[in-house]
């Protein structure tokens, strides 16, 4: 690995990333800080250098996913002109297990490590809030996108954010369980049509086309 | 607490209400088999007799916390003569906090647990799909039932179920860790106006009123 060799923000983005893959792997409480060290190629003594505990490694490693997802988001909505074909960008990036070309995503396991966590841990509870609200606003920001142009009608933004994103959330906890009724693209289905009958907009057959670009 | 001289099954039960309450308050992760045998009043050993391990006792606990739901809701809603008096007693009845006669519900913090374990056991996560099919298929029978006496629009009440209790999941998380926009009162709103919009029936001020019955 020439860790060694690293400047520290790749090594710490590294132990980020290898506590990312571990605790999507093997769930939180069977993750021992030298599987996370095994997995990065560095000793346990620097994860702890740079980690107080594995509840602080668990919030900063879902921060971390989480910001990869919204540079990826933010990197394909850029390319979409409309805020309809924006808004189902989002879904599909979010419906776990949907667009092969991400694989699995491990988001959605770390984000129920971390609400078990905070149900007992203030910190956590305050860490969580504010990746909920900068879930919620990022779907807020495509939706008075929309209304502005004159796209959607007008509406309470913030409020269809808040119904979007917890259906999506709800949705996603069935999917990434494997759930035999709810499956990735019934998920897609459910939730463009809320959004599309909640927000205000026709889907035509061509948005529902995997990949479309609105 | 006598405990000798109680019938099994009544010790049995005690257990996992002990199991509930002590997995909730402390999370599982910090829980001890000698935690819950304290709450309960029994030996280490008799709990280990019943329950092989503490995610078989998470499961079950879970179970028994869910049959006690399922006990209140159709205890109350068969008092109700509207589909939409019944729905709305059971939007109730999932909010976290919502209803001072119920304290605290421990579904919510169990639920979460029992995600965190299914995610990397397939027992569990089967455990999981067979409770989630029940709390679709109970809404789904009010909608249904509100469907052949011509008081909602037809439609396809599964999906509908599927929306609603997926709703109710994503915002129950964030109420029962406290976020601060996110409320009780909040939830119910959001809930109850889309469950409206969705199953195509209309929202009176009388029907907003806690413990209004139809």
Redesign the interface.
């Known amino acids: 690995m020439g860790a060694q060799r690293q400047p520290k923000q790749d090594r710490h983005q590294e132990i980020l990333d290898a506590a990312a893959q571990v605790i999507t792997d093997?769930?939180?409480?069977?993750t021992r800080i030298s599987d996370i060290a095994e997995r990065a190629g560095v000793s346990p003594g620097l994860i702890l250098y740079y980690f107080e505990s594995k509840d602080l490694l668990l919030s900063e490693a879902l921060s971390f996913a989480n910001d990869q997802f919204y540079l990826r988001l933010s990197r394909e909505v850029r390319r979409i002109r409309t805020a309809k074909g924006q808004l189902i960008r989002l879904v599909d990036l979010s419906v776990p297990g949907l667009l092969p070309e991400y694989g699995r995503l491990d988001e959605w396991?770390l984000w129920?490590?971390v609400?078990?966590?905070?149900?007992?841990n203030e910190k956590m509870?305050r860490d969580?809030?504010m990746l909920?609200?900068r879930w919620r606003d990022s779907i807020a920001d495509i939706i008075q996108t929309g209304q502005k142009t004159g796209e959607f009608p007008s509406g309470d933004a913030d409020?269809l954010a808040?119904?979007i994103?917890?259906?999506?959330?709800?949705?996603a906890?069935?999917v990434?369980?494997?759930?035999?009724?709810?499956t990735s693209l019934r998920m897609r289905q459910?939730v463009l049509d809320?959004a599309a009958?909640?927000i205000g907009f026709e889907l035509g057959p061509a948005d529902l086309e995997l990949g479309a670009k609105g």
């Not at 990434?176 to 709810?182: A, F, Q, R, Y």
């Open positions: 093997r769930g939180l409480a069977d396991a129920i490590e609400w078990t966590r905070a149900l007992h509870a969580r809030e909920d609200k409020e808040l119904r994103g917890a259906l999506i959330d709800g949705l906890v069935q990434v369980m494997n759930d035999s009724e709810v459910t809320m009958k909640e």
